[in-house]
């Protein structure tokens, strides 16, 4: 039963323009979201986050916008530049000592 | 600081063998974390553990033990190696309680033949 789900495997934008990845999940009891970055062969870094209460965080090129009535968060880069290029993976929280469950990741690539 | 570290990076074993992996952390932090990634499968948490000399399972633990005898290290041991535990390991800590955010190792690359 996946809880977080990434439905887009894979993403290409133009350098430049805005990228937009998508998250949905199941789980109601989640009240925290997470989106991380990930290079190949590298851990995950963090990247941006959103409380529940929100439904909107901006952080730079980044922001997060959280639909809660939907359960859908998307992650907002502008503009895209060829170092986003990554697997991005989005993350939810139900509180309980800070588990984190994952989505699947989608791999950005900006292109020239 | 070094963050979280993972000792080995690659491990190559055979159906059966045994090994540990090591996790540390500089950052003080009460709670780790072993996940495990797999193709198309994003990262699932394995076990946890929210204090020293406490660990709790995680979403997929058949297979592992852990043990936190130092808050600053986690250790996640694999009995009887099995094809099937051949993934990418990461370790991770946090105690944010607010933002939730957990900070990563490296990985640890095994293979299980």
């Known amino acids: 039963d996946q809880q977080v789900k990434q439905n887009s495997p894979s993403l290409s934008v133009q350098e430049g323009r805005i990228s937009i990845l998508n998250c949905d999940y199941t789980n109601s009891m989640f009240d925290y979201f997470l989106w991380y970055k990930k290079y190949p062969a590298e851990g995950p870094t963090f990247l941006i986050s959103?409380?529940?209460?929100?439904d909107k965080n901006e952080d730079g090129r980044f922001t997060v916008f959280l639909n809660k009535s939907a359960k859908h968060l998307s992650l907002h880069i502008v503009p895209s530049q060829p170092g986003d290029s990554a697997v991005y993976f989005c993350?939810?929280?139900?509180?309980?000592?800070?588990?984190?469950?994952f989505g699947t990741g989608t791999r950005l690539q900006v292109t020239l | 600081n070094a963050g979280v570290t993972q000792t080995p990076k690659f491990r190559v074993l055979k159906t059966g063998q045994s090994m540990t992996l090591l996790c540390a952390q500089d950052m003080n932090h009460e709670y780790m974390y072993w996940y495990r990634q797999d193709p198309g499968m994003g990262l699932r948490l394995i076990h946890y553990s929210v204090g020293e000399g406490t660990t709790a399972k995680g979403e997929v633990p058949d297979g592992y033990n852990v043990s936190r005898l130092k808050k600053q290290n986690f250790l996640l041991g694999l009995e009887s190696a099995a094809p099937s535990q051949t993934s990418v390991y990461f370790c991770a800590s946090g105690e944010d309680l607010i933002s939730y955010e957990q900070y990563f190792g490296p990985g640890t690359r095994l293979t299980v033949t």
């Open positions: 993350a939810a929280s139900a509180g309980t000592a800070s588990k984190l469950t």
């Open positions: 959103i409380s529940s209460i929100k």
